[in-house]
T-cell receptor, first 114, second 113 residues
Framework: QKEVEQDPGPLSVPEGAIVSLNCTYS??????FMWYRQYSRKGPELLMYTYSSGNKEDGRFTAQVDKSSKYISLFIRDSQPSDSATYLCAGRDAGGTSYGKLTFGQGTILTVHP | KAGVTQTPRYLIKTRGQQVTLSCSPISGHRSVSWYQQTPGQGLQFLFE???????NKGNFPGRFSGRQFSNSRSEMNVSTLELGDSALYLC????????????FGPGTRLLVL
């Protein structure tokens, strides 16, 4: 079993829809959680960064972390065709043995059609 | 501020050869992490360097190695290439404060024939 599980999709939605992307993780030591967006043939781009449990909002994006259920979510409001990409969730623990190591989910392929 | 840069962007090698990839981090970032991305395994952590020292290593064979220079630039080397080494190799830099938010470069796409 992978430490971070993510449904690869693909997910296809109409423009303007609310998109919900989810991950579960098994490592209780994870304290930092990120969402990255990756366009085809590009490197991942940081979207959201969250410490511990709670919500964080940035424009059309909202990240939620529920450590009690080990569940990570990303919501995209008013989705646009330019949001079409692969979305990657990642976690990291705060321990000294985890220097520089993010553990990623498999990524969800999202297509927003006009 | 300039982002993370990686060279070369594309590379074709044959089995048994070796390859060296380069990464220049964001100015002021002292931590560089390397990842391998494949369709089957996704993004997997290779190793991390900080102040010229390897602090962490993932589960990859010894054919994968790296180093970091005093200006924080980093290189990774893969010796005796195998077909399965074909992948996108990504480096990410961070300030390593707190959670160490990582910023990725565009990657080097390696094809082993």
């Amino acid at each position: 079993q992978k430490e971070v599980e993510q449904d690869p999709g693909p997910l296809s939605v109409p423009e303007g829809a609310i998109v919900s992307l989810n991950c579960t993780y098994s490592n209780s030591a994870f304290q930092y959680f990120m969402w990255y967006r990756q366009y085809s043939r590009k490197g991942p781009e940081l979207l959201m960064y969250t410490y511990s449990s709670g919500n964080k909002e940035d424009g059309r994006f909202t990240a939620q972390v529920d450590k009690s259920s080990k569940y990570i979510s990303l919501f995209i409001r008013d989705s646009q065709p330019s949001d079409s990409a692969t979305y990657l969730c990642a976690g990291r623990d705060a321990g000294g043995t985890s220097y520089g190591k993010l553990t990623f989910g498999q990524g969800t392929i999202l297509t927003v059609h006009p | 501020k300039a982002g993370v840069t990686q060279t070369p962007r594309y590379l074709i090698k044959t089995r048994g050869q070796q390859v060296t990839l380069s990464c220049s981090p964001i100015s002021g970032h002292r931590s560089v992490s390397w990842y391998q991305q494949t369709p089957g395994q996704g993004l997997q952590f290779l190793f991390e360097y900080f102040s010229e020292t390897q602090r962490n290593k993932g589960n990859f064979p010894g054919r994968f190695s790296g180093r970091q220079f005093s200006n924080s630039r980093s290189e990774m080397n893969v010796s005796t290439l195998e077909l399965g080494d074909s992948a996108l190799y990504l480096c990410a830099s961070s300030t390593d404060r707190g959670g160490g938010t990582q910023y990725f470069g565009p990657g080097t796409r390696l094809l082993v024939l």
